[in-house]
């Protein structure tokens, strides 16, 4: 069963068509003028409007616009049902949104056809509607799913590449706090040098495969309590090339800014620096900054040839190589967020 509403002043034609139209088993909806036709409309959401075009308070062509410019009503059809027989009058009622038009005196076959034809049309409409937005729901549903599982994927593979980073790094007592705390600051560092936040989230995860390449260095060099020798730091450097041979030919693109990361990170801003001496902005931004978290935690944190240094040491060590050691935009970068860096070195000691 449908719903048509009826609008009309006069009752007498109301009536009339409520007469006609009963039999067919719809319910209807009576409205004396144009403003209750109105207020009736977003009351009972009619599948078909009849509307007269000349009643008090609003008339029939603006009833007929406002329903064609409301989003939730312009899909119901409008008869206007009027005595006018003016073109000119015609043309502004289809201007209004009207989709068809009843001459009075009202013939009731023409009547009935045409009310089973527009709510065949409604009905059509609204399946398609319906259709629409079931169809869009399960987009968004399989959407929402397909999300879901590519952010399992991604922190699967996220914790695949720390866990890996920890384990180059495992004979360090120092282990999975020096990875998440360098990177971290480098991660603190590209923020505050305007890189996008996607860059930065990606700095974060490639950061700790830094020293990847240490995995192929002998502990008996890795590990010695005093200064290497000549030769063990021919040894040592090599790491940075190793670390560059297990992550080249990746897909992934965090594994190929690792693979970046851990082959440049040790080159100087002045060009000496290993393994290929690279000077200034030969050297990747994400080397630059890796180099300086590098440094800052290394000097931070005990080690087999050194106790750790003090803060204010430490920084004075990495202000004394700015321009020298490190490039000096990624220095002040450093320098504005120091209070991030040192608020992370205490929450991963």
């Given amino acids: 069963m449908n719903r048509i509403l009826l609008a009309d002043d006069d009752r007498v034609n109301l009536r009339v068509l409520e007469a006609f139209l009963k039999p067919l088993g719809h319910e209807l909806i009576l409205a004396h003028d144009g403003m209750e036709a109105w207020d009736l409309i977003h009351q009972t959401s009619p599948d078909l409007i009849l509307l007269d075009v000349m009643m008090?308070?609003?008339?029939?062509?603006?009833?007929?616009k406002r329903i064609k410019e409301n989003e939730s009503t312009k899909s119901i059809p409008v008869v206007m049902v009027t005595a006018l027989t003016d073109v000119e009058k015609r043309v502004i009622a289809y201007e209004a949104g009207a989709d068809d038009f009843l001459t009075k005196p009202v013939d009731r076959i023409e009547l009935l056809a045409r009310v089973r034809s527009l709510l065949?049309?409604?009905?059509?409409h609204d399946h398609l509607r319906n259709h629409r937005e079931r169809l869009e729901q399960?987009?968004?549903?399989?959407?929402?799913?397909l999300r879901l599982a590519t952010d399992k994927i991604i922190r699967a593979s996220l914790d695949t590449i720390f866990r890996l980073a920890t384990a180059s790094e495992y004979r360090d007592d120092d282990t999975g706090a020096h990875i998440r705390r360098m990177s971290s600051y480098s991660a603190i560092i590209a923020r505050a040098?305007?890189?996008?936040?996607?860059?930065?989230?990606?700095?974060?995860?490639?950061?700790?495969?830094?020293?990847?390449?240490?995995?192929?260095?002998?502990d008996a060099i890795l590990l010695k309590p005093e200064e290497l020798t000549g030769d063990e730091w021919k040894i040592m450097k090599n790491h940075t090339i190793i670390g560059r041979n297990i992550l080249k030919d990746s897909e992934s693109e965090i594994i190929q800014l690792a693979e970046i990361i851990a082959l440049n990170h040790h080159e100087r801003w002045d060009g000496s620096g290993y393994p290929n001496g690279l000077k200034g902005k030969e050297?990747?931004?994400?080397?630059?900054?890796?180099?300086v978290a590098d440094v800052f935690d290394a000097l931070m944190s005990d080690r087999p040839y050194k106790k750790a240094f003090a803060f204010d040491h430490s920084l004075q060590i990495l202000q004394d190589e700015k321009g020298s050691?490190?490039?000096?935009?990624?220095?002040?970068?450093?320098f504005s967020v120091q209070e991030e860096i040192l608020q992370i070195r205490k929450e991963h000691l």
């Fill in 56 to 64: 008090p308070r609003l008339d029939g062509f603006e009833v007929a």
């Fill in 120 to 124: 065949k049309v409604k009905e059509y």
């Fill in 138 to 145: 399960e987009v968004q549903e399989r959407t929402r799913e």
């Fill in 193 to 218: 040098m305007d890189l996008s936040n996607a860059e930065v989230e990606n700095i974060r995860h490639a950061a700790p495969m830094h020293d990847v390449g240490k995995i192929g260095i002998p």
């Fill in 283 to 291: 050297i990747p931004m994400v080397g630059r900054i890796v180099a």
């Fill in 325 to 334: 050691h490190f490039d000096p935009e990624v220095m002040d970068a450093f």
